[in-house]
């Protein structure tokens, strides 16, 4: 129910209680989609993989400018798939691996601009925390990643932190080894969940 208590409307709430959206981001390699699994498991609770894995390996990294709206696009669709079916007895928190931040970076990033509809759903869309991992985890190799040079993923995680400070939903920076960046987010979330 829109304005009513302490809950914010997301458009996907369980009766009075609104599902709480926690959402990873960083540059490539800095292990987001395995902080989101462990957080998931940890809470018992679902997560939303980055859709641009799912769409490069069948499309091929050779990406244009549009198919990263089309990327966008999906991300959007999967994120409102998993809230829209939230499961009957799960705590109210989903956990969103990269949002359209990301593909707002990707996009200036590689092509110097950005589609107006990315631009117009990052004032639109509602997170309640942003966990922002730091490049200090080894680079992994993977055919789909793009940037294995530190002084890269460092510019971009600086791009990320700067989107974060000039926006006003929580965030955490995240760094370390796994289990020390684990226990940083499951504190972070709890401290949210606290607030309201």
């Known amino acids: 129910m829109a304005g009513a208590g302490p809950y914010r409307d997301h458009g996907n709430q369980r009766g009075m209680e609104a599902i709480k959206k926690f959402v990873v981001i960083g540059p490539e390699s800095t292990g987001k989609s395995t902080l989101c699994q462990q957080l998931a498991t940890h809470f018992g609770t679902p997560w939303v993989p980055e859709y641009a894995r799912e769409y490069l390996e069948v499309h091929g990294t050779a990406y244009t400018y549009d198919e990263l709206l089309d990327i966008a696009l999906g991300q959007v669709s999967s994120e409102d798939a998993v809230a829209g079916n939230f499961p009957a007895g799960a705590p109210p928190l989903l956990f969103v691996d990269t949002d359209l931040y990301v593909m707002k970076v990707w996009c200036e990033y590689v092509f110097n601009e950005c589609h107006n509809w990315i631009l117009n759903q990052i004032a639109l869309r509602k997170y309640d925390g942003y966990l922002l991992c730091n490049t200090d985890l080894p680079w992994v190799k993977d055919a789909l990643r793009e940037y294995p040079d530190l002084e890269t993923r460092q510019a971009l995680f600086h791009f ?32 949210v969940r606290k607030t309201g």
Request: glycine letters at 10%; charged letters at 25%.
């Open 160 to 191: 990320y932190r700067d989107l974060l400070v000039n926006q006003a939903v929580p965030w955490v920076e995240i760094r370390g080894g796994y289990d020390e960046r684990l226990w940083q987010a499951i504190d972070f979330v709890g401290a």
